[in-house]
C-alpha cells in the first residue's frame, strides 16, 4: 500500500516548515510509523553527503535522522547551490550536473518532473507516511509553471497540504489570507489546515483572529506553536543564528566565526553552544573581529570570490594581524583552502578568476577542477603541536563536498589519519593554524572539549570537567531536541483532525 504524504508549505522563507516537518517526522516515528521526509528541491548552501556518495539539502539528513533513516538521495532529488548573485549549482540525484543561471534553469526544470516523480513513488512504496517540504512560498506566482516544490509537487503526489505562518515577524493573518488567495482554486483546495508558529503572549487574546481567519478562509488552524527554544539545525542563512553577534564574558572561551557571503555548512559549529564558558559569534566582513581566543573560517560555495570579499573588506589584514599577535586560527573546507599560500581556478570551475592569493597561514595551495568529491569520511587525529596536542587519538567523523584539491607543503604536518587510508588536513609547525575538509569533525565532544580546554588554558581557566550536562555525544543531544520537538507538537497540534486530513490511520 502507498504511504499516506503530506505537504508542509510556509507564508514565506523561514516561517518554519522545515522544523515542522522534522518534529512530525519524529513524532510519528517514534510511534512506530515508517516515516520519510522528502523535499523536491531545495535551494541551499548547507549540504550533506549520504553514505552512497550524493549531495542532498542538510535539513533532509537532519529530517532522516530524526526519523531514524538512513539519509538518502531520494529524499531530496534537486538541490540548488548559489554560487553567485546570478548563478547556481544544479544537483540531481545527489550529483553536481551543471552551473545555471535562471532563465537557463528554468527552461531545464521540465526535464526534472518525471525523476522527482519517480524518487517520490520510490519513498511511498517503501514507507507508511512521507512528510514534503515545500520552499519559500507556494503563492509565488511568477514560479508557478513547472513547479516542482510546492503546489505542483502537491499535485503530483496527490497530497494535501498544511501552510505555516510565523506570527512573530508580524502579518500573520495577512500573510496566511494572502497566500490562500493567490493560490489557484484547485491548489486552494489542498490546503486542508493552518499552523501558527512562533507565538508569545496570551492564546486568548489570539483566538478572535483565529476563528476569523478560519471563516475567511475555510480552513481550520490545527494550532498554535509557541516560541520555541530547542535547537534544531536551521536549513539556511537566514536563520536567527547568524543575524547577531553576542559579546563573551569575562569567563568565556570567545569563538569568532566569519560569516563570509557565501557561507557553507555553518552548523558545522552549532556544538560549541552546548558547552559551558563558550561564547559563539559570526562576525560579517568589515566588522571587527575582536580578540577572539580562536577564529574558524568556515566553508564557503565560493571559496576566491569570498577570499576576495576579505581582502577588499580588510578582514584578511584583520584576521593575518590576529594570527601574528598569538591567534589561534581554524579552517573548514573552503576555509581551508583561504588558509593557504593560494587558489587556483583554472577551468573556471567554481569563479571566474582563475587565480587568488590566501591569507598566507598554512604552506597549502589548492587548484579546483571540474569533479566534485562528495564522500563520507571518519579517522582519528594525529600527534600534533598547540592547541589540538590534547586532541589526539580522538575519533572524528563527518563529510567531504568540495572541488579544490589542496597539496600541502613542506611547513605543515597532516591533522587526521584517514580509515579509507591517507591522510588528510593540515597543522602549522606551531599548531596554532589547522585546517580540514571534513565537515562534522567539531561534531566529536571530546575533540571540541580538549580544544576548548586548551583555549581556556591559555585565559588560565580552568578546564571542562564534563562534556555535556546530560549527553555523552552530539548525536545523542539532537536526538533529545527532536523529542522536545515532538512533545510540543503533540501539545499543540490537534493531531487527530492533522490526521484525518492525511488519512494515516488507514495506513497502520
Given at each position: 500500500m502507498s504511504a499516506a504524504r503530506l505537504l508542509v508549505v510556509g507564508t514565506a522563507s523561514n516561517a518554519g516548515k522545515s522544523v515542522l516537518v522534522t518534529g512530525l517526522c519524529r513524532l510519528y516515528a517514534r510511534r512506530g510509523f515508517r516515516v520519510a521526509p522528502f523535499k523536491a528541491q531545495n535551494m541551499a548552501l548547507n549540504s550533506f553527503v549520504t553514505p552512497e556518495g550524493g549531495e542532498i539539502g542538510r535539513s533532509q539528513a537532519v529530517q532522516a535522522e530524526a526519523?531514524?533513516?538512513?539519509?538518502?538521495?531520494?529524499?531530496?532529488?534537486?538541490?540548488?547551490?548559489?554560487?553567485s548573485d546570478h548563478t547556481s549549482q544544479v544537483i540531481v540525484l545527489g550529483k553536481a550536473v551543471a552551473t545555471m543561471d535562471a532563465k537557463a534553469y528554468y527552461a531545464f526544470r521540465h526535464t526534472l518532473k518525471p525523476r522527482v516523480l519517480e524518487a517520490f513513488n520510490t519513498l511511498a512504496a517503501e514507507s507508511d507516511l512521507?512528510?514534503?517540504?515545500?520552499?519559500?512560498?507556494?503563492?509565488?506566482?511568477?514560479?508557478?509553471?513547472?513547479?516542482?516544490?510546492?503546489?505542483?509537487?502537491?499535485?503530483?503526489?496527490?497530497?494535501?497540504?498544511?501552510?505555516?505562518?510565523?506570527?512573530?515577524?508580524?502579518?500573520?493573518?495577512?500573510?496566511?489570507?494572502?497566500?490562500?488567495?493567490?493560490?489557484?482554486?484547485d491548489e486552494r483546495a489542498r490546503i486542508k489546515g493552518i499552523v501558527i508558529n512562533r507565538f508569545r503572549g496570551d492564546l486568548a487574546i489570539l483566538e478572535p483572529g483565529l476563528r476569523r481567519i478560519e471563516v475567511l478562509l475555510g480552513i481550520p488552524?490545527?494550532?498554535?506553536?509557541?516560541?520555541?527554544?530547542?535547537?534544531?539545525?536551521?536549513?539556511?542563512?537566514?536563520?536567527?543564528?547568524?543575524?547577531?553577534?553576542?559579546?563573551?564574558?569575562?569567563?568565556?572561551?570567545?569563538?569568532?566565526?566569519?560569516?563570509?557571503?557565501r557561507i557553507a555548512n555553518f552548523t558545522d559549529f552549532g556544538i560549541f553552544?552546548?558547552?559551558?564558558?563558550?561564547?559563539?559569534?559570526?562576525?560579517?566582513?568589515?566588522?571587527?573581529?575582536?580578540?577572539?581566543?580562536?577564529?574558524?573560517?568556515?566553508?564557503?560555495?565560493?571559496?576566491?570570490?569570498?577570499?576576495?570579499?576579505?581582502?577588499?573588506?580588510?578582514?584578511?589584514?584583520?584576521?593575518?594581524?590576529?594570527?601574528?599577535?598569538g591567534g589561534v586560527v581554524a579552517g573548514v573546507c573552503g576555509g581551508y583552502q583561504m588558509l593557504g599560500r593560494e587558489v587556483a581556478d583554472p577551468s573556471g570551475a567554481e569563479s571566474d578568476i582563475p587565480l587568488a592569493g590566501g591569507l598566507g597561514l598554512l604552506d597549502v595551495t589548492t587548484v579546483?577542477?571540474?569533479?566534485?568529491?562528495?564522500?563520507?569520511?571518519?579517522?582519528?587525529?594525529?600527534?600534533?603541536?598547540?592547541?589540538?596536542?590534547?586532541?589526539?587519538?580522538?575519533?572524528?567523523?563527518?563529510?567531504?563536498?568540495h572541488m579544490g584539491r589542496t597539496v600541502t607543503g613542506a611547513g605543515t604536518r597532516p591533522l587526521l589519519e584517514l580509515r579509507r587510508g591517507g591522510t588528510e588536513g593540515a597543522v602549522s609547525p606551531d599548531g596554532r593554524v589547522f585546517g580540514t575538509y571534513l565537515h562534522g569533525i567539531f561534531d566529536s565532544f571530546p575533540f571540541v572539549r580538549s580544544l576548548v580546554n586548551h583555549l581556556r588554558e591559555r585565559k588560565g581557566l580552568q578546564p571542562l570537567e564534563q562534556e555535556t550536562a546530560a549527553h555523552e555525544t552530539y548525536r545523542e543531544y539532537r536526538m533529545a531536541q527532536y523529542d522536545r520537538l515532538a512533545d510540543m507538537l503533540e501539545r499543540h497540534l490537534d493531531l487527530r483532525a492533522l490526521e484525518t486530513i492525511i488519512a494515516l490511520d488507514a495506513k497502520k
Open positions: 526519523c531514524g533513516l538512513t539519509p538518502s538521495v531520494l529524499l531530496n532529488p534537486v538541490l540548488l547551490k548559489p554560487n512521507v512528510i514534503m517540504e515545500g520552499a519559500g512560498s507556494p503563492a509565488e506566482i511568477n514560479l508557478r509553471e513547472n513547479d516542482l516544490v510546492n503546489m505542483g509537487m502537491a499535485a503530483m503526489a496527490d497530497a494535501p497540504a498544511v501552510l505555516v505562518g510565523d506570527i512573530d515577524r508580524g502579518g500573520v493573518f495577512a500573510s496566511l489570507y494572502g497566500t490562500v488567495k493567490l493560490l489557484e482554486p488552524v490545527l494550532g498554535v506553536l509557541p516560541y520555541w527554544d530547542i535547537r534544531v539545525e536551521e536549513e539556511d542563512s537566514l536563520a536567527e543564528r547568524l543575524t547577531g553577534a553576542r559579546a563573551a564574558g569575562p569567563g568565556d572561551v570567545d569563538i569568532a566565526v566569519i560569516r563570509l557571503p553552544d552546548l558547552l559551558h564558558g563558550v561564547s559563539l559569534r559570526y562576525v560579517k566582513p568589515g566588522e571587527s573581529l575582536g580578540s577572539p581566543d580562536l577564529c574558524i573560517i568556515p566553508g564557503s560555495k565560493s571559496t576566491i570570490a569570498d577570499m576576495r570579499v576579505l581582502d577588499e573588506t580588510g578582514m584578511a589584514g584583520a584576521i593575518r594581524r590576529y594570527h601574528a599577535s579546483f577542477s571540474p569533479e566534485k568529491q562528495t564522500v563520507q569520511a571518519e579517522g582519528r587525529v594525529l600527534p600534533v603541536p598547540g592547541p589540538l596536542a590534547g586532541a589526539t587519538g580522538s575519533r572524528v567523523e563527518g563529510y567531504e563536498i
